[in-house]
């Protein structure tokens, strides 16, 4: 990655881009993106605190970046912290995968009976603002999902289908568009 989009955590309007180049822009560093595997993805990086588009680097803001496979990805900042590397004073930006504001989306009583994962899907996600991408054929199964979360939901999905899920957004390079 040598480009991060910050942007305004409830507007979602582009603050500061973020890049490794000769182009003046705020550089980042050490920067650590995690995925595990249908469980926790998240992201961590740092910036110069006495540049002007460190300012744009804090709690509830977004960041926006491709992943090795050219997708984009978004996070949310939910923690800074000042600290010297021994060389300037650095601010370090700790976010998660905006797929767990998910963890907000009850869903009462919802069932999936002899449905397929791509109907679950629907179900699972029918409280919160995201889509579902493309959903393969697992064959037809049965769930329920009782005052749980929508992340809840789709790792129960995952249990029951079986699959690997992707987390993408599309990104015009100002705003998500999707």
């Known amino acids: 990655m040598n480009k ?3 942007l305004e955590g409830q507007s979602e309007g582009l603050l500061a881009v973020l890049q490794n180049d000769n182009s003046g822009k705020c550089p980042f560093f ?3 993106h995690t995925e595990q595997l249908n469980k926790d993805h998240t992201f961590e990086f740092s910036v110069p605190a006495n540049h002007a588009a460190a300012a744009h680097v804090k709690e509830n803001n977004l960041v926006v ?3 090795e496979d050219g997708e984009y990805l978004l996070f949310q900042i939910y ?3 000042e600290e010297h590397n021994g060389l300037e004073l650095v601010t370090r930006a700790y976010a998660e995968h905006s797929f767990f504001e998910m963890n907000d989306d009850i869903i009462e ?3 999936t009976v002899n449905g397929t994962a791509s109907d679950a899907m629907d179900d699972a996600l029918s409280k919160s603002r995201f889509k579902k991408g493309i959903v393969a054929d697992l064959g037809l199964r049965t769930t329920n999902f009782y005052y749980e979360s929508a992340v809840s939901s789709i790792q129960k999905i995952i249990q029951t ?3 690997e899920l992707k987390k993408r957004v599309t990104f015009d390079g100002n ?3 999707g």
């Open 79 to 81: 923690k800074t912290e």
């Open 109 to 111: 009583d919802l069932r």
């Open 4 to 6: 991060l989009f910050i």
């Open 65 to 67: 970046f491709k992943d």
């Open 161 to 163: 289908w079986g699959g």
């Open 175 to 177: 705003k998500i568009t």
């Open 30 to 32: 050490d920067a650590i």
